[in-house]
């Protein structure tokens, strides 16, 4: 089992930044593979970034590839995912997810484990 719990989301303005943190529990994070996804209200969860267990390779959505930045500390048992020059449109929930083996997916279905969700508001 892996619990997760997202922290650092809030209300900011347009081109302001935010860095969500994601604390991991239970099993050896440092052999697991991560990844943000987001949600639009109404709307299916979507990937945001990925990143391997050694956080050696990583993965982006298109729409946040130059803007957002995940990385780990797996001496912390943490995940991060820095965004920069917000938008609007990145206004979501967002979740972190943990999934067995250490390889990334940009699938949420080959996630095992999530958390409950941070909530990001970007004001136009």
């Known amino acids: 089992q892996v619990q997760l719990v997202e922290s650092g989301g809030g209300l900011v303005q347009a081109g302001d930044s935010l860095r969500l943190s994601c604390a991991a529990s239970?099993?050896?994070?440092?052999?697991?593979?991560m990844g943000w996804f987001r949600q639009y209200s109404g709307k299916e969860r979507e990937f945001v970034a990925a990143?391997?267990?050694?956080?050696?390779?990583?993965s982006y959505a298109d729409s946040v590839k130059v803007r957002f930045t995940i990385s780990r500390d797996n001496a912390r048992n943490t995940l991060y995912l820095q965004m920069n020059n917000l938008e609007p449109e990145d206004t979501a929930v967002y979740f972190c997810?943990?999934?067995?083996?250490?390889?990334?997916?940009?699938?949420?279905?080959?996630?095992?484990?999530w958390g409950r969700g941070a909530q990001v508001t970007v004001s136009s």
């Open positions: 997810a943990a999934k067995r083996g250490g390889s990334y997916s940009r699938r949420s279905v080959d996630y095992d484990y």
């Open positions: 239970g099993r050896t994070f440092s052999r697991i593979g």
């Open positions: 990143i391997t267990d050694t956080g050696g390779i990583t």
